[in-house]
């Protein structure tokens, strides 16, 4: 025991003044851009995103006084950062459609307010946690103005 902790010792010395890794040890760098707890920019077209984004949406839609209901139209900015699962960081807009929240519709279904006098968009950032073995997601943020 006390011999392998000597070793272990000597390689990372020489490691350490080298700077070199030697053939017989195992180590590698592997660059998948993705670390644990380091956000990291992600394709707003993702189909995580866009769920991400759809669970904000009806975050907002339930906590508003509005009669129609909201959708996303344009995802600027996501990011996305492992924690204890997925935690997404969004910049996007919503509008106003033409769906009343009494009719209870699918929102893909809705279209946008072309009536000036209703239409509204609404600059907005979400973080949304994304647990995929529970099945959960949460909105812990979610600025809209």
């Given at each position: 025991?006390?011999?392998?902790c000597?070793?272990l ?8 003044a ?8 195992c ?18 077209n ?17 906590c508003?006084?509005?009669i129609?209901l909201?959708?996303e ?23 106003r ?5 009494t009719k209870?519709?699918i929102?893909?279904?809705c ?5 000036h006098t ?6 907005c950032?979400?973080?949304v946690w994304?647990?995929?073995?529970l ?7 979610l600025?809209?103005?």
């Amino acid at each position: 025991m006390q011999l392998a902790c000597a070793l272990l010792a000597l390689g990372s010395l020489v490691l350490s003044a080298t700077g070199d890794l030697t053939p017989d040890v195992c180590s590698q760098i592997f660059h998948s851009g993705v670390y644990p707890g380091f956000p990291r920019t992600i394709k707003t077209n993702d189909p995580g995103v866009l769920k991400a984004a759809r669970y904000s949406i009806e975050r907002f839609n339930n906590c508003t006084n509005d009669i129609f209901l909201f959708k996303e139209s344009h995802i600027r900015i996501a990011l996305v950062q492992i924690v204890k699962g997925l935690k997404y960081m969004l910049d996007m807009e919503i509008g106003r459609t033409t769906c009343k929240k009494t009719k209870h519709p699918i929102l893909d279904n809705c279209d946008f307010q072309t009536n000036h006098t209703l239409k509204m968009t609404l600059s907005c950032y979400s973080e949304v946690w994304v647990i995929p073995w529970l099945h959960r997601f949460e909105v812990p943020v979610l600025h809209c103005h």
